[in-house]
């Protein structure tokens, strides 16, 4: 049986405003769902809230595989197969972008002998490969991380970093933001390709329908004002493009 992310009844608060109204969601991995709606209905607090961000106060249920990750800080849900392309967003000036994945390769694969890249060498051709895919020119992995990178930029590194770490489950948010029309193509496809490598399951946040149209997704789910109002199809998408939130209702 494939493994799980059951969401259930989940309700998040930060500083006594309530944001998430109950959220019900489920996937398995090999999924793709996407979430998406208008600015300010809660998408990225699901994001967070899921992930352990300190600043909000979650209720509910989040099992991964029958375990519950609320309550587990964030490191403890990375380990257990969560990945938030947001969890390490901090600007390191010095440590370079391909010793930094090096690290969190390591990390998940501390036997040397064990590893599919054994040195950091092995693993920079690998990384370099892959970046390539996403179009990130080998220039970047020798850059400080984050140090002065664009929002394109830092985005296609996240998606990097998904490909090294292969999550369980992974959470993008606006992935599309920052990004041009060609970029965001590139990116969406490097993120089938992924997907189909790993067998991950994708939580796609976006609040555009462009990306859409170059991703392999199962559902879509409509938020707004903290909750789910209407889940369905690709059609979905089109209904929304012609209809806009407003009218879609129950
Ligand atoms: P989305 O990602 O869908 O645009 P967010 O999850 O970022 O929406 O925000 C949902 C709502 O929660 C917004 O009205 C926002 O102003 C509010 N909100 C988010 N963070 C905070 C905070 N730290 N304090 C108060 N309100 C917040
Ligand atoms: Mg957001």
Redesign the pocket.
């Known amino acids: 049986m494939k493994t799980s992310l059951k969401i259930a009844g989940l309700k998040a608060s930060?500083?006594d405003?309530t944001?998430?109204r109950g959220i019900d969601l489920e996937l398995k991995q090999g999924q793709m769902v996407v979430i998406m709606?208008?600015?300010?209905?809660?998408?990225?607090?699901?994001?967070?809230a899921l992930t352990g961000h300190p600043?909000?106060t979650v209720k509910g249920s989040v099992k991964l595989n029958g375990k519950e990750l609320l309550g587990l800080a964030p490191d403890e849900r990375a380990k257990a197969g969560l990945f938030l392309a947001f969890q390490y967003p901090v600007e390191i000036p010095g440590v370079k972008v391909l010793n930094f994945l090096w690290t969190v390769y390591t990390q998940q694969h501390p036997e040397r002998t064990r590893r599919i890249h054994p040195s950091i060498v092995d693993f920079r051709d690998w990384l370099v490969g892959k970046a390539n895919e996403l179009g990130i020119p080998d220039s970047l992995l020798m850059r400080g991380l984050n140090e002065g990178f664009s929002g394109g930029e830092k985005k296609r590194l996240e998606i990097l970093q998904m490909a090294v770490m292969q999550p369980k489950f992974a959470i993008l948010?606006?992935t599309d933001s920052g990004l041009d029309i060609d970029a965001i193509k590139t990116v969406a496809e490097g993120v089938n390709k992924i997907q189909r490598e790993t067998d991950m399951g994708v939580i796609v946040?976006t609040?555009y329908q462009r990306i859409l149209q170059y991703l392999k997704f199962d559902i879509v789910h409509v938020?707004v004002n903290?909750r789910i109002i209407k889940s369905g199809g690709p059609e979905l998408v089109e209904e929304l493009e012609q209809r806009g939130y407003g009218e879609i209702r129950g």
Do not use: C, F, Q
Not at 37 to 48: Q, R, V
């Open positions: 930060v500083a405003a944001i998430l709606g208008p600015n300010g209905s809660g998408k990225s607090t699901l994001a967070k600043e909000y948010d606006e946040i609040h938020m903290g």
